[in-house]
C-alpha cells in the first residue's frame, strides 16, 4: 500500500520556521515535491527534488527561505521553512512520483500569523 504521511505543520508568527516532514512507503519513488493549497486558489508546486537529491527546484516566492531534502535509508522528505511570511499559509502536500503515477498525502496546515 502505497502511502505519504505529512506531519509538522501547526501555527507560527511571521518570521518563525517550520519543518515539515513526509514519511513514504509501500514504493520506491523517484522524484518527490511539496506542495500548498491556499483557501481559493489552486494547488501549486513549492519545491521538487530528484531521486538523489542532487537537484532540487523552488517557487520564487519560497526561494532562499524554504530548502527541501530527502532521506531514502528513512524514506523521508523534508520541507525546511524559514523566515516564514503570512502568504505562506496553506495546506502544504507531500507528492511523490512513481512510474509516471502521483501520490499525495492527506496535507498539514500551515498558519502564520502577522
Known amino acids: 500500500q502505497v502511502q505519504l504521511v505529512e506531519s509538522g505543520g501547526g501555527l507560527v508568527q511571521a518570521g518563525g520556521s517550520l519543518r515539515l516532514s513526509c514519511a513514504a512507503s509501500?514504493?520506491?519513488?523517484?522524484?518527490f515535491g511539496w506542495f500548498r493549497q491556499a483557501p481559493g486558489k489552486e494547488r501549486a508546486l513549492v519545491a521538487r527534488i530528484s531521486p538523489s537529491g542532487g537537484s532540487t527546484y523552488y517557487a520564487d516566492s519560497v526561494k532562499g527561505r524554504f530548502t527541501i531534502s530527502r532521506d531514502n535509508v528513512k524514506n523521508m522528505v523534508y520541507l525546511q521553512m524559514n523566515s516564514l511570511k503570512p502568504e505562506d499559509t496553506a495546506v502544504y502536500y507531500c507528492?511523490?512520483?512513481?512510474?509516471?503515477?502521483?501520490?499525495w498525502g492527506q496535507g498539514t496546515q500551515v498558519t502564520v500569523s502577522s
Open positions: 507528492n511523490g512520483r512513481v512510474g509516471g503515477l502521483d501520490y
Open positions: 509501500g514504493r520506491t519513488f523517484s522524484n
